[in-house]
């Protein structure tokens, strides 16, 4: 959240080892959403209403300037889940260092309709035109997805609505729902309680079975309380997803200092927890995304915060450069194990893209992807990264597009492949790479390709690759741990295995520095 100008942020943390368990509710600030100070936590297991976990939840600020927290407490040892809240002990203190969890805790117990076991990570809420707050909450109803809703006149006596928000049969447990509003025009986010005739709604949930997250467009009828996905939206397992990688458990806040929607997910680790204990650490947060609807109003457009091109550096550049097939070029000048690369590909002709398969699942980008990998020769790609490279390839993690032709129009998969991505002979911090999951993860690009370019932008960081095709319409992240390619060792090449030949039009590229641990 931000608040007085400070931003907050809240996270699931085991102060006692880098395994899931004994998790509080870490607290950092920042006053730049890059610079941070790690406080001492805001919330921890101290009373019978979560004596067993904190879980998640979110913040609102409710009016006078007032933040609270909901979040989920856990009572026994059969995980059965309650809402609680907890309110900052002191206003007028600038980084809310200590907040309490008052005596009327829970808020929120479950009904007899409901899974005990499965209600859980409440959204921030949202204020109706009726004076009414409202929050939505995850759950499961056998295998029905559930975001249940629930109204409340002061926020402290809440009542479930009689129908849930959405619900979504065959898709499993529904973890950390988010609920926002979004402009149909232009770039400003809107604050979580904006309704109107110039604004879609946005319900994202983080599917516990497959570990992704997945998000529909539609419109909110407020009277009803009822959410309905626009009808071309899939609302499941083959629906759009924030990214097509190693991220889950995101939520997203309006900052209204700069008047947009900031969305934040986590990467947990590609290794083992085994891995995780030598290492001492497991889980980061991303680079926090301005998130907006597209002009088409089909998708979400997500974006690195300008702020992180604060950090930028050393920059080389390169334009008009032919990549013919089989060639690599070397982006020399730069700190290639941190960097920050934007580029944009373009091509004569579509001609040679490859036929698309029809006995291939149009939904399974990742399949295709392991079957035409970066060094299977296609006609339009594939071409793109070779980030976190050796000098000789021995390892590296390509992100890269290859163009399909279908029946009906050209596919264009977008690939960042972990498969080649570290060898591991003992450097690495990881003890034996082969352990490490190391999927070819994969989405498809819904662009029309009219002007024949493919823009890639690749942000960089040791063990992690977060990459945003065509302006933030397909993301994709990352997590490797390569031995070779580390600190100094690391390369970064612009690819080409496709009989077209591809134009590099533009390059930047710059050497990342590191944030600095903020000042008291």
Not at 80 to 91: G, I, K, M, R, S
Not at 309 to 336: D, F, M, W, Y
Not at 430 to 442: E, H, L, R, T
Request: hydrophobic share 35%; aromatic share 12%.
């Amino acid at each position: 959240m931000y608040y007085n100008g400070i931003y907050h942020l809240f996270y699931q943390y085991n102060p006692k080892g880098a395994v899931w368990g004994n998790i509080v509710w870490a607290h950092s600030v920042s006053k730049d959403l890059i610079n941070w100070k790690k406080v001492e936590p805001a919330i921890y297991p101290s009373k019978p209403f979560d004596k067993y976990g904190c879980w998640s939840g979110s913040a609102t600020i409710l009016p006078g300037n007032k933040p609270v927290i909901l979040y989920t407490g856990i009572v026994d040892q059969n995980k059965t889940q309650v809402q609680n809240y907890a309110v900052p002990a002191n206003l007028s203190e600038p980084y809310l260092r200590k907040w309490v969890k008052p005596d009327n805790n829970p808020l929120i117990a479950a009904d007899a309709s409901i899974n005990k076991t499965a209600f859980r990570d409440p959204t921030t809420a949202w204020l109706g035109k009726d004076g009414h707050w409202r929050i939505a909450i995850g759950g499961r109803k056998k295998n029905r997805g559930i975001s249940y809703l629930y109204r409340s006149r002061d926020f402290m006596q809440w009542i479930k609505a009689k129908h849930p928000l959405h619900s979504s049969a065959g898709t499993g447990n529904w973890e950390c729902p988010d609920f926002y509003p979004v402009s149909v025009s232009g770039e400003n986010g809107l604050d979580t309680s904006v309704e109107g005739p110039n604004v879609k709604h946005v319900l994202k949930v983080s599917l516990d079975v497959t570990r992704y997250e997945y998000y529909t467009i539609g419109t909110y009828l407020a009277e009803k309380d009822r959410y309905i996905p626009d009808k071309d939206m899939i609302d499941g397992w083959n629906g759009l997803r924030y990214d097509y990688g190693n991220f889950y458990a995101s939520k997203s806040f309006f900052d209204p200092s700069k008047n947009r929607r900031i969305l934040w997910g986590w990467a947990n680790e590609s290794d083992t927890t085994e891995d995780d204990i030598k290492k001492g650490w497991a889980g980061i947060q991303l680079i926090p995304r301005t998130i907006v609807l597209a002009p088409n109003r089909k998708q979400l457009l997500q974006w690195p915060i300008e702020e992180v091109e604060t950090l930028r550096g050393n920059k080389v550049e390169l334009s008009n450069h032919r990549l013919t097939k089989g060639q690599n070029i070397e982006i020399k000048g730069i700190t290639a194990a941190q960097a920050d690369v934007d580029v944009t590909f373009s091509f004569n002709s579509l001609d040679r893209a490859e036929p698309f398969d029809p006995s291939w699942d149009r939904y399974d980008a990742q399949k295709i992807c392991s079957q035409k990998g970066s060094t299977v020769q296609g006609g339009l790609g594939p071409f793109g990264l070779l980030t976190l490279a050796s000098q000789n390839l021995e390892e590296y993690t390509p992100v890269f597009f290859r163009v399909f032709r279908a029946q009906d129009k050209h596919l264009v998969l977008m690939c960042s492949d972990a498969s080649r991505s570290s060898l591991s002979d003992g450097r690495s911090l990881v003890k034996d790479g082969k352990n490490a999951y190391k999927p070819s993860f994969a989405g498809f690009v819904d662009v029309d390709l009219k002007d024949r370019k493919l823009s890639l932008r690749s942000l960089i960081d040791n063990s992690v690759v977060e990459s945003f095709g065509a302006q933030g319409k397909t993301c994709i992240t990352s997590r490797v741990y390569p031995s070779l390619a580390i600190y100094g060792d690391a390369h970064l090449f612009a690819f080409n295995n496709g009989t077209e030949t591809v134009k590099i039009d533009s390059l930047s590229a710059w050497s990342m520095k590191r944030p600095l641990q903020m000042n008291h």
